[in-house]
């Protein structure tokens, strides 16, 4: 798993997102934000890219849980992909990040996604989620440690800035839209390593 994926985050050119996405089905417990609740995942093959009027979604993890009132359900996080060759953040000023074009277009179209899905009676029966609430944000996965930020940024600006923006970010979604990348990923299904550009948190 480990050394098929490492080829794709490491590619320099091309669009991979649609050859990692395979990957995701061994990332679940990552994906699902409360896993410990869960008493089984719904086969990832089955809920890939579903169809609403607002467009497909990228990834959805579905579990079987036992919920905050110990009641057995189904729950589902909605996750907006990109390739791993799209820059995360571009610089705004010299001392400011900004989302790149790619970012703003996963967040909008995650949203919508999710403004549809969640009250779509259609979209819930399709995976038997019987609460609205059980349809929830995930997050976006975009980019590697080598695009994050500016590659023409010093370690230690790249550092700063990164802190910042993440910290912005954070704040703005209240945590409700986790903001990964591919070697969050990598990492989770395979072996550690150190990558060349881990310097960035």
């Not at 061994?26 to 607002?54: I, N």
């Not at 579990?63 to 990109?82: G, P, Q, T």
């Not at 929830?136 to 023409?152: A, E, T, Y």
């Amino acid at each position: 798993m480990y050394g098929g994926l490492k080829p794709l985050i490491d590619a320099r050119s091309g669009n991979t997102e649609d050859r990692c996405r395979e990957y995701l089905q061994y990332a679940s417990a990552l994906l699902f934000k409360d896993p410990w609740r869960v008493l089984s995942y719904v086969d990832p093959a089955t809920v890939t890219e579903y169809r609403l009027h607002s467009g497909d979604s990228d990834y959805i993890v579905v579990a079987k849980i036992k919920d905050e009132l110990d009641r057995e359900s189904v729950r589902a996080y909605l996750w907006e992909l990109k390739a791993p060759q799209c820059p995360m953040f571009v610089k705004e000023t010299i001392s400011r990040l900004c989302p790149s074009k790619y970012l703003y277009k996963a967040i909008n179209q995650l949203l919508h996604f999710y403004s549809e899905s969640e009250v779509s009676g259609t979209f819930r029966s399709a995976f038997g989620i019987v609460r609205q609430e059980d349809v929830r944000l995930g997050g976006i996965i975009i980019g590697c440690n080598r695009n994050k930020v500016p590659s023409s940024l010093s370690r230690t600006d790249a550092k700063i800035l990164y802190s910042q923006v993440t910290y912005a970010w954070d704040c703005l979604f209240e945590n409700k839209i986790r903001l990964l990348n591919w070697e969050k990923i990598l990492d989770w299904i395979g072996p550690k390593e150190t990558h060349k550009d881990e310097q960035y948190p």
